[in-house]
């Protein structure tokens, strides 16, 4: 049943990012009365297709891609669903629903998965490591969005354009204050999830894990990571400054995921 329900909701959420382009693109108000509602749906029946998935497989986080990509779904949903419900900001629902979108689509068609085969990644450790993790990513690609919308509305104003096509941006402050407090949610999750991960590697490869350069290319991260929240709350820095600073950490940790995918600890094997 959980694949049906990942259709279901992959369907819905199809249906609302359809209608939210017309809604905060053509100022339609109606079309967001038909997309908040889709969104909500959706996340519903992903939530549902998420619990069935982990409880057929006997665990309590995704082992394989495939599980990975529907819970990281499921957390970008949840989030474009809070700042919506926290700051109106319906823009974010253009970038969030259609992203969304595209990384359950491999769940939704059914493609196989592959999972963690070795007992020390079966352990409780796991559990704080991936969902840690998966949240810290998903806070991330949100201070992302923010950032961007930010530039864009920025430079707008600076070209004193009227009511035009972009005038369904947020306000400047809002998409400050969405890109500072998701940085300052990443920031736990992604300091638990690294920990946590420590503690797994090093009981199936040994102290070795920290002679792996991309092991240490994730712990510079986290020390980037610090140094931005630093800078940002010891000079009140704001503005395109602190957004240009939140986006090079941004790339930083997907660098440094995409480096760790190559490593045979974050490696997904088909059984």
């Given at each position: 049943?959980?694949?049906?329900?990942?259709?279901?909701?992959?369907?819905?959420?199809?249906?609302?990012?359809?209608?939210?382009?017309?809604?905060?693109?053509?100022?339609?108000?109606?079309?967001?009365?038909?997309?908040?509602?889709?969104?909500?749906?959706?996340?519903?029946?992903?939530?549902?297709?998420?619990?069935?998935?982990?409880?057929?497989?006997?665990?309590?986080?995704?082992?394989?891609?495939?599980?990975?990509?529907?819970?990281?779904?499921?957390?970008?949903?949840?989030a474009y669903?809070?700042?919506?419900?926290?700051?109106?900001a319906a823009?974010?629902?253009?970038?969030?629903?259609?992203?969304?979108?595209?990384?359950?689509?491999?769940?939704?068609?059914?493609?196989?998965?592959?999972?963690?085969?070795?007992?020390?990644?079966?352990?409780?450790?796991?559990?704080?490591?991936?969902?840690?993790?998966?949240?810290?990513?998903?806070?991330?690609?949100?201070?992302?969005?923010?950032?961007?919308?930010?530039?864009?509305?920025?430079?707008?104003?600076?070209?004193?354009?009227?009511?035009?096509?972009?005038?369904?941006?947020p306000p400047?402050?809002?998409?400050?204050?969405?890109?500072?407090?998701?940085?300052?949610?990443?920031?736990?999750?992604?300091?638990?999830?690294?920990?946590?991960?420590?503690?797994?590697?090093?009981?199936?490869?040994?102290?070795?894990?920290?002679?792996?350069?991309?092991?240490?290319?994730?712990?510079?991260?986290?020390?980037?990571?610090?140094?931005?929240?630093?800078?940002?709350?010891?000079?009140?820095?704001?503005?395109?400054?602190?957004?240009?600073?939140?986006?090079?950490?941004?790339?930083?940790?997907?660098?440094?995921?995409?480096?760790?995918?190559?490593?045979?600890?974050?490696?997904?094997?088909?059984?």
């Open positions: 049943m959980s694949l049906l329900w990942l259709r279901v909701a992959a369907i819905l959420y199809a249906v609302a990012g359809a209608t939210a382009f017309p809604a905060v693109l053509y100022g339609q108000p109606r079309w967001q009365r038909v997309s908040l509602p889709a969104a909500v749906a959706g996340f519903f029946f992903h939530l549902v297709a998420v619990v069935e998935l982990m409880a057929a497989a006997h665990h309590l986080v995704p082992l394989g891609w495939v599980e990975v990509q529907a819970t990281l779904a499921l957390l970008i949903v949840a669903l809070l700042v919506y419900a926290a700051y109106r823009a974010f629902g253009i970038i969030a629903l259609p992203l969304a979108l595209v990384v359950m689509l491999a769940p939704a068609m059914g493609a196989n998965t592959g999972s963690f085969v070795t007992p020390e990644m079966r352990s409780g450790w796991l559990v704080v490591h991936i969902s840690a993790l998966l949240a810290a990513y998903t806070a991330l690609l949100f201070s992302l969005i923010a950032s961007v919308l930010y530039l864009v509305q920025e430079r707008r104003l600076k070209s004193k354009e009227g009511v035009g096509f972009l005038a369904w941006l400047l402050e809002t998409m400050d204050r969405i890109a500072y407090l998701s940085l300052l949610i990443g920031f736990p999750c992604m300091t638990v999830g690294l920990l946590a991960g420590s503690l797994i590697a090093q009981l199936s490869v040994g102290a070795a894990y920290f002679l792996d350069p991309k092991v240490l290319l994730s712990f510079g991260m986290w020390g980037l990571y610090v140094l931005m929240l630093l800078v940002r709350r010891s000079t009140g820095l704001r503005g395109r400054r602190a957004i240009y600073l939140s986006s090079v950490v941004f790339l930083v940790v997907l660098s440094v995921w995409a480096a760790n995918q190559f490593s045979s600890v974050h490696r997904f094997p088909v059984p």
